[in-house]
């Protein structure tokens, strides 16, 4: 009896759990990206973008060396102006080959991605 009342709650917690991913809100996480220049004290920018698999635009100026995601939280690709793409998947620094304007992004959570639904297409 006692075992059959830690699988029943074990199993009421797993379905919990499931129901429960769906409505969490995964668009608005903290993490940064920061897409860094070249040189020894490089200048950079930050973004905070959605983990929702939206596409973003990027709209600064500066020729992009490397990209660093500061957070495991999922996969990010970066799109180029001549045409290069950058994937950082989990966290780290990606070097963008070769340097160049960055255009759009995408980024999509983990959480989001496979059963019941990927919600990053
Ligand atoms: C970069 O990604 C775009 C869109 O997914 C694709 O059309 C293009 O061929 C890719 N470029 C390279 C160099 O892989």
Not at 2 to 29: E, G, I, M, N, W
Not at 39 to 54: A, E, H, K, Q, V
Request: net charge negative; proline share 8%; charged share 10%.
């Amino acid at each position: 009896m006692k075992l059959f009342t830690v699988s029943a709650a074990l199993l009421l917690a797993a379905l919990d759990l499931a129901s429960a991913t769906p409505a969490q809100p995964l668009a608005r996480q903290a993490v940064v990206v920061t897409l860094e220049g070249a040189g020894p004290n490089p200048p950079s920018y930050t973004l905070t973008p959605s983990f929702d698999g939206s596409t973003f635009t990027i709209d600064n100026p500066l020729s992009v060396s490397h990209i660093n995601v500061n957070t495991a939280e999922g996969i990010c690709t970066f799109h180029g102006i001549d045409g290069a793409n950058t994937t950082i998947i989990s966290e780290g620094t990606e070097d963008v080959g070769p340097p160049q304007v960055q255009v759009s992004g995408r980024c999509c959570a983990f959480s989001c991605i496979g059963f019941p639904i990927n919600c990053c297409g």
